[in-house]
């Protein structure tokens, strides 16, 4: 078999690759065996090693204590709606696209106050150590576990009002524009920042998913007359699901 100029390994997994995409080699499937990938491209054990463990780094694959290394189901993304902040809608958008729709999410939360690191402190503008309310939010679809949100808000600005907590009090889970609002800070620009990185082991325990999976991140930030006051890590499966935004024309 005749290859470009590429390392054999990434030749061999791209191969294997483009079988399992194609569906040559369906869900499920085993993969060559290590004898048979060095047989059938001519290469090295060490060169058909580390093209599986290529296959199995991209989620492609995964292996099978005692039975070998079989390809993975792969998963219809689903779509993640991002309509940035709703300031007449009363909900959070998550909530408001659960009411909307057919929508079966639900959600848990818990908040604490905490100290903010050198990163948060940087996002919100304050010094870091300074008190902030950290509230973490896990979000199901059908009792499936699709996103991870921790948030942190200045106590310099909530705190002693009665928003202080996001999830509790008169207008707990109604988002941070309608909380602000109540204390007369009227938030005016939110900016949210797309990344993607291996999953922490934390998060993958929780959202599902093996070591080397990626995760979208969104760093959200509220801000009201050019100062923070709220900044959010959302953290969603790559594999699972797609962002989408809609957002207004002006």
Request: with cysteine.
């Amino acid at each position: 078999m005749t290859f470009g100029e590429q390392p054999a390994y990434l030749r061999v997994a791209g191969d294997l690759r483009k079988k399992i995409v194609d569906g040559q080699l369906p869900p499920h499937t085993r993969l060559p065996s290590q004898a048979r990938i060095r047989q059938e491209y001519g290469v090295s054990d060490t060169v058909a090693l580390e093209a599986r463990k290529v296959l199995m780094a991209e989620g492609l694959v995964e292996g099978r204590s005692g039975s070998g290394t079989y390809v993975r189901e792969r998963p219809v993304p689903r779509r993640i709606a991002r309509s940035g902040y709703r300031p007449t809608g009363g909900a959070t958008p998550f909530r408001q696209e659960q009411a909307d729709g057919e929508g079966r999410g639900t959600w848990e939360s818990g908040s604490e106050q905490s100290e903010a690191s050198v990163a948060v402190a940087e996002r919100l503008g304050i010094e870091p150590g300074e008190r902030v309310m950290c509230t973490r939010y896990l979000y199901r679809e059908g009792g499936e576990a699709m996103m991870l949100s921790t948030s942190w808000e200045p106590l310099a600005v909530t705190g002693r009002t009665p928003v202080m907590l996001p999830e509790e009090g008169p207008l707990g889970g109604m988002g941070v524009v309608e909380r602000m609002r109540a204390i007369d800070v009227i938030v005016d620009n939110v900016t949210e920042e797309v990344g993607a990185r291996p999953g922490l082991a934390e998060e993958l325990l929780v959202l599902g998913g093996v070591p080397g999976h990626v995760v979208l991140v969104i760093q959200r930030t509220f801000y009201a007359s050019g100062r923070a006051v709220e900044t959010a890590d959302v953290v969603i499966p790559a594999d699972r699901y797609r962002v989408a935004y809609h957002l207004p024309v002006k």
